[in-house]
């Protein structure tokens, strides 16, 4: 079983910052790609930030310039850092990680923080 746990959430003014972190745990797996989702109440799960297992970055349109995702795979984690933020960011923001076990594949989600951007 692979856990993930988020941290890193919070309240910030417009145009601020905020880093959000996600680790990976559990006993012997491999992670390949690991991507960041966002959420707001009546709304689908959006996609924001995707990176590869080579590190091969890819965004959302309405986050890119702005946010900046990266890994560091001696920690099993992801960041997600996130510059000139606007009220419209706000929503849960949930880290998934995809990779294999002895068991097989595996695609799982962290339990999300909630980032509140404020006017």
């Known amino acids: 079983q692979v856990q993930l746990v988020e941290s890193g959430g919070g309240l910030v003014q417009a145009g601020g910052s905020l880093t959000l972190s996600c680790a990976a745990s559990?006993?012997?797996?491999?992670?390949?790609?690991w991507g960041w989702y966002r959420q707001v109440p009546g709304n689908e799960r959006e996609s924001v930030a995707f990176?590869?297992?080579?590190?091969?970055?890819s965004y959302a349109d309405s986050v890119k310039g702005r946010f900046t995702i990266s890994r560091d795979n001696t920690k099993n984690s992801v960041y997600l850092v996130m510059d000139s933020l606007k009220p419209e960011d706000t929503a849960v923001y949930y880290c998934?990680?995809?990779?294999?076990?002895?068991?097989?594949?595996?695609?799982?989600w962290g339990q999300g923080t909630q980032v509140t951007v404020s006017s």
């Open positions: 559990g006993s012997s797996f491999t992670l390949n790609s």
């Open positions: 998934n990680a995809g990779g294999f076990t002895p068991r097989g594949p595996f695609n799982n």
């Open positions: 990176i590869t297992s080579i590190g091969t970055s």
